[in-house]
């Protein structure tokens, strides 16, 4: 049975690979090598075999440059895209900080009209205070003359019933010309009296008529004040705001954060003080109370600016760039920072006022540069072909630190950028969106 399924097999090979054979000729003789249908079969498959995986793998190239081809395509489309969203953000940026600009310009206008009125303010209520004061002068003279004048009645009316009664002498009279000489003098003073009397009232009348006017001038100068004190405290409010909201998104509470920033001022000028109109121990008026609020809000701003110079708020590329790898867990460990690719050479700047605590090779980070800020915080940049700053060195936001490069354990040109706070690293890109929503 078995050799039966053998001979029928090999008759079927023996119709499809009859029997050949290859002779090979040499000058003395002449030799064949004998090719079987089972042989012939094994080279036929053989050769079938490596033509279908040359198809194979000429295919998979094929397809592979096809696939490598639309990936960089798509890269390149996709850099385009990354790079018009960086020159809209500079674009909007730049907005941001020329309206800035110019929102400080129109406070500081507004500031020095608020000082020229409150100093008119203080010259009005000065003038107001001297008006009551010269009224209240007026109506105790006007008061005295009155008395006076009833006194100088009464005795006129003792005198001239003297007269009338006939007796011969009065009190304080010796006689008829004397008494004639009296009555002349009485009534010529009873004349200058009332004329005094008509000068003081029309005086009180005009004081009054001025003090009613500063009255109105007041309230004038008053509704002027309140609409310049809504003005600055609607822009206070727009400018704290986003600050405020900018911390806090950074996971810093802003409060405790002036306060540090206060315990270690040391500009010109210290911080703003209150304002006191009062020279005699009164209570501030609610203008007062209004101004001090507005300059508390400046300086919170102020401290806000001294507080961003040195937090890392900005970012460290400026140049076409990047992002290859983000902060996490990557291949079962955490990259502690964010991967920016770019040339080799692409400027790498300082993202915060500090100090530089290291410049140099570092195992791992290959040309590494620490910079040391304010409130436990330190930024590295790594992998750089070029370090320009020394240890020691103080820099400030936006100096060009070192250039981008490939040194260190690194798998192409980049920058790996940490943000430490008390050693312990943080994402960058939480300080780089905070400070991307308000500059």
Do not use: C
Request: charged share 30%; net charge negative; no cysteine.
């Amino acid at each position: 049975m078995k050799s039966r399924l053998i001979k029928k097999i090999h008759d079927a090979l023996e119709r499809r690979f009859p029997e050949k054979r290859l002779f090979l000729r040499s000058d003395s003789e002449t030799r064949f090598i004998r090719l079987k249908p089972e042989t012939q079969l094994v080279i036929w498959t053989g050769g079938t075999l490596l033509v279908a995986w040359t198809i194979i793998a000429t295919a998979i190239l094929l397809m592979d440059s096809i696939g490598a081809g639309n990936f960089r395509a798509q890269a390149q489309r996709d850099q385009m895209v990354y790079e018009d969203r960086l020159n809209a953000l500079s674009e909007e940026r730049d907005m941001r900080a020329e309206e800035a600009a110019a929102a400080q310009a129109r406070f500081s206008s507004a500031l020095e009209q608020i000082s020229a009125m409150q100093s008119e303010l203080l010259a009005s209520e000065d003038r107001r205070r001297e008006l009551e004061t010269g009224i209240e002068v007026i109506q105790a003279t006007l008061r005295r003359t009155m008395q006076d004048r009833q006194a100088l009645e009464s005795e006129l009316e003792e005198i001239t019933l003297a007269i009338e009664s006939g007796e011969g002498a009065v009190p304080g009279v010796v006689g008829d010309s004397e008494l004639t000489s009296t009555v002349d003098i009485l009534a010529d003073a009873l004349s200058k009296t009332a004329a005094e009397r008509d000068q003081i009232e029309a005086d009180a009348q005009e004081a009054l008529q001025t003090a009613a006017d500063m009255q109105l001038e007041l309230r004038l100068l008053q509704d002027r004040n309140d609409e310049i004190f809504r003005q600055l405290e609607e822009a206070m409010l727009v400018s704290v705001e986003p600050l405020d909201n900018m911390f806090r998104a950074a996971g810093m509470d802003p409060e405790r954060l002036i306060d540090q920033v206060r315990r270690g001022y040391s500009g010109q000028g210290g911080p703003l003080m209150p304002i006191q109109f009062s020279t005699r121990g009164e209570e501030p008026d609610a203008d007062t109370l209004r101004a001090n609020q507005i300059l508390g809000a400046m300086d919170r701003i102020n401290l806000y600016r001294i507080a961003a110079e040195q937090l890392p708020f900005d970012i460290p590329v400026r140049s076409n760039y990047r992002f290859t790898s983000g902060f996490g867990q990557r291949w079962g460990r955490l990259h502690a920072g964010t991967d920016m690719a770019g040339p080799v050479g692409t400027p790498v700047y300082a993202t915060a006022d500090g100090v530089v605590v290291h410049a140099g090779w570092s195992s791992g980070y290959g040309r590494l540069i620490k910079i040391r800020h304010e409130f436990g915080i330190e930024t590295r940049y790594a992998h750089l072909n070029a370090i320009r700053v020394e240890e020691g060195q103080r820099v400030s936001r936006g100096d060009r630190i070192g250039d981008m490069g490939n040194s260190g354990r690194s798998t192409g040109p980049h920058l790996h950028y940490e943000v430490r706070v008390d050693g312990e690293p943080v994402n960058p890109m939480i300080y780089i969106r905070a400070g991307r929503d308000v500059f």
